[in-house]
């Protein structure tokens, strides 16, 4: 069984920054072999995709945060990464930490871009 747990969240100004952590813990599986991603859920909307990354470290981003979210991996300390910078309004969400091609998921974790 995975456990995930995202921390990182929090309030920030438009233009600002912050970075998301997702720390994988349990037993009987290889954090390095799991596809790990980031989906978000706006109020009344559905949980989409924000990004993704292989084992081997290739990466997948949503069409409205390329080029300003990185999602990165540390096998070593099993855990994943989000830096988003630029962030805009539209980017306020529950984040959730996904692993395993959405067979584990975290309890997600509020961003909320506002001035």
């Known amino acids: 069984q995975v456990q995930l747990v995202e921390s990182g969240g929090g309030l920030v100004q438009p233009g600002g920054s912050l970075r998301l952590s997702c720390a994988a813990s349990?037993?009987?599986?290889?954090?390095?072999?799991?596809?790990m991603a980031w989906y978000r859920q706006a109020p009344g909307k559905q949980r989409d995709l924000v990004a993704g990354?292989?084992?081997?470290?290739?990466?997948d981003y949503g069409d409205s945060v390329k080029g300003r979210f990185t999602i990165s991996r540390d096998n070593a300390r099993k855990t994943v990464y989000l830096q988003m910078n630029n962030l805009k309004s539209e980017d306020t969400a529950v984040y959730y930490c996904?692993?395993?091609?959405?067979?584990?998921w975290g309890q997600g974790t509020q961003v909320t871009v506002s001035s």
């Open positions: 996904s692993g395993g091609a959405r067979a584990y």
């Open positions: 990354i292989t084992y081997g470290r290739r990466t």
């Open positions: 349990g037993s009987g599986f290889d954090f390095s072999l799991l596809y």
